[in-house]
């Protein structure tokens, strides 16, 4: 069973920094392009950075300079180091597979507030 476990979320000040974990199980994360997704409060969930199978990241422009994915396929886990922090990236943040159409993890709160 395909299961994403997201954790290190918090509450921080705007230009601060968060570094967020998935842990994936029920398959190989080698296998696959791997997603960061989030969802704002009255918002639909949208995508927020990419990294391939071979490792390359993409980020959309909104993040871009302050969101850096990575990958470790050996313990099946994705990180997401956000730094700079802005009042608009508050949201619950979830990692999949992209482009699958995965069970949603229960992911994880960040609060960027003053």
């Known amino acids: 069973q395909v299961q994403f476990v997201e954790s290190g979320g918090g509450l921080v000040q705007p230009g601060g920094s968060l570094r967020l974990s998935c842990a994936a199980s029920?398959?190989?994360?080698?296998?696959?392009?791997m997603s960061w997704y989030r969802q704002a409060p009255g918002r639909e969930r949208e995508l927020v950075a990419t990294?391939?199978?071979?490792?390359?990241?993409i980020n959309v422009d909104s993040v871009k300079g302050r969101f850096a994915v990575t990958r470790d396929n050996p313990t099946d886990t994705i990180y997401l180091a956000m730094d700079n922090l802005e009042f608009e990236d508050t949201g619950v943040y979830f990692c999949k597979r992209t482009a699958w159409a995965d069970t949603w993890g229960r992911g994880t709160q960040v609060t960027v507030s003053s």
């Open positions: 029920g398959f190989r994360i080698r296998d696959y392009d």
């Open positions: 990294i391939t199978r071979r490792g390359v990241p």
